[in-house]
């Protein structure tokens, strides 16, 4: 009984995170409510489960709350155009699935809106990984964030296919959503660090995969 309570048992280590993961979707959720202030929300999460479950560094409320109050002016007003534009998206998509209903011959132009609306939620991702990780101007944020999307393109497909899942989860069972948010960023973290460290300095890259194989 002692060995199954014990932290370093791999059962406990794993409900740990779980609840982790948990702990930290309750907080992005909470502190997305405003809309305006996804953008900081998501920075806060991705930094949160980079450091705290994967690095396994610090305290879980800090983890989230400090990056949230230090890069929220960046975060914030980089992810402003990008809530323009899904929220563009969003409306036509709604529209345009009323003109189709209606016998309206748009369908083509219905699927090139749900293929842009994804790439801007994976935009979204990259955006958010890159402020949480890098220090910068909104105006690099946004624009090297998008040369990493378009850079790897093979990667966004799996971390696009990863939000589908989970998008595709919380509808079907939306006690999903109690988890989801931040396990889905903790899954695709591998596939956006992967690309990172293509476009670190040689130090930086080396320091990053030493910290990353000590502790995943």
Known sequence: ???????????????????????????WIVFSIPIV????ASSALYSAVYRHVRLGEGYLWK?????FKRDFKRSTLAWLPLLGMILFLVFDI????????????????????LVLLVVAAVW???????CAR?????KNSIRYSFYVLMAHPLRAIGI?????????????????????????IWLVSYLIERSFLQHMSEEDAE?????LADHD
Do not use: C, Q
Request: charged residues 15%.
């Open 124 to 130: 979204g991702v990259h955006l958010a990984a890159y």
């Open 160 to 184: 696009a296919a990863a939000l589908l899942l989970s998008a595709a989860l919380i509808l079907v069972f939306p006690g999903f959503a109690i988890l989801l948010p931040a396990g889905s």
């Open 207 to 211: 320091k990053t995969k030493a910290e």
């Open 37 to 40: 202030t996804m953008g900081a």
């Open 134 to 138: 890098f220090k910068g101007t909104v």
């Open 63 to 67: 983890s989230f709350w400090e990056p």
């Open 1 to 27: 009984m002692r060995k199954l309570f014990n932290v370093d048992n791999p059962i406990m280590r794993v409900l740990t995170k779980i609840f982790d993961l948990m702990a930290l979707s309750v907080f």
């Open 94 to 113: 709604i529209t345009l699935r009323y003109l189709i209903k209606n016998g309206h011959p748009l369908g083509a132009v219905y699927g090139i809106m």
